[in-house]
């Protein structure tokens, strides 16, 4: 029996597979969620940097913030890195979860992107 954080990896591994193919030289918007906070990067893989970043640990979002953990804090990600990544000149990307099923805190943050501006 495989265990979740075997499982999160077969997915990531698979996901990483399927992006690679409908990438079309867009930037990749990259989540990453822990048991306290959610972090988000928007991630130029053919001049490799990270053209936007945002997460709960944000000092303007922190104060604002009653939990890093839960589908407020990661609509409230989702806003700002939309904000950050339209000011850095990019509006497609495409979102690669990282192995997180499209549920909950992860599926906020993708609605609240792209209710910013992004398209993926």
């Given at each position: 029996?495989?265990t979740?954080?075997?499982?999160?990896e077969r997915?990531?591994?698979?996901?990483?597979a399927?992006?690679?193919?409908?990438r079309?030289?867009r930037?990749?918007?990259?989540v990453?969620r822990?048991?306290k906070?959610i972090?988000?990067?928007?991630?130029d893989?053919?001049?490799g940097?990270?053209?936007?970043a945002a997460s709960?640990?944000?000092k303007?979002?922190?104060s604002?913030?009653?939990?890093?953990?839960?589908?407020?804090?990661a609509?409230?990600?989702?806003?700002?890195?939309?904000?950050?990544?339209?000011?850095?000149?990019?509006?497609?990307?495409?979102?690669?979860?990282g192995g997180?099923?499209?549920?909950?805190?992860?599926?906020?943050?993708?609605?609240a992107?792209r209710?910013g501006?992004?398209?993926?």
């Open positions: 029996m495989l979740i954080k075997e499982l999160r997915r990531r591994r698979r996901l990483s399927k992006l690679g193919r409908r079309n030289d930037p990749r918007l990259s990453f822990s048991g906070q972090y988000v990067q928007v991630i893989d053919v001049a940097r990270t053209v936007a709960t640990l944000d303007d979002l922190k604002r913030l009653k939990s890093g953990a839960n589908k407020a804090a609509t409230e990600v989702g806003k700002l890195i939309a904000e950050r990544a339209t000011a850095a000149g990019v509006k497609q990307v495409v979102f690669d979860r997180y099923i499209f549920h909950g805190r992860i599926r906020a943050l993708a609605d992107a209710e501006g992004l398209d993926f």
